[in-house]
């Protein structure tokens, strides 16, 4: 399940993963929250995971959100910054620089206590 932040700087729009990413969930939220962002301007996205979420899942999320033509992912300048707050592994830290890669935009990982650091990043 995911749901909207509602508390998010000026400019920022966030999610907050709650329980498992599914594909109604990425029709119906995601994907239509992020092609709103991106028709209104720069996007900065706060995407922040529940205790204990599988990272590893967003690859092939974020591999969907790349290859949708609306939203431009890649190749449109009104991407800025993306934030990723979650309860990440040594494993997933590790392997975080060549996840990074499937969103070509400043994208930067932050722990699951650090929310409010990367609201403020991201907003920056």
């Known amino acids: 399940m995911i749901e909207r932040i509602a508390d998010v700087p000026s400019g920022v729009t966030g999610f907050r993963i ?6 109604a969930d990425y029709a119906d939220v995601l994907a239509p ?3 709103a962002a991106a ?3 720069d996007v900065r996205l706060l995407l922040a995971a529940a205790k204990g979420f599988d990272l590893v899942t967003l690859k092939s999320r974020f591999e969907e ?3 949708d033509p609306e939203l431009d992912l890649g190749n449109s300048k009104e991407w800025r910054r993306v934030a990723i707050v979650a309860d990440a592994n040594f494993i997933f830290r590790a392997a975080f620089p060549a996840f990074s ?3 070509p935009v400043e994208t930067k990982l932050f722990g699951i206590d650090d929310e409010d650091d990367a609201k403020a990043w991201v907003s920056a």
């Open 33 to 35: 929250g992020l092609r």
């Open 18 to 23: 709650v329980d498992e990413l599914t594909d």
């Open 39 to 41: 028709a209104a301007g």
């Open 101 to 103: 890669k499937l969103v």
């Open 65 to 67: 959100l790349r290859n």
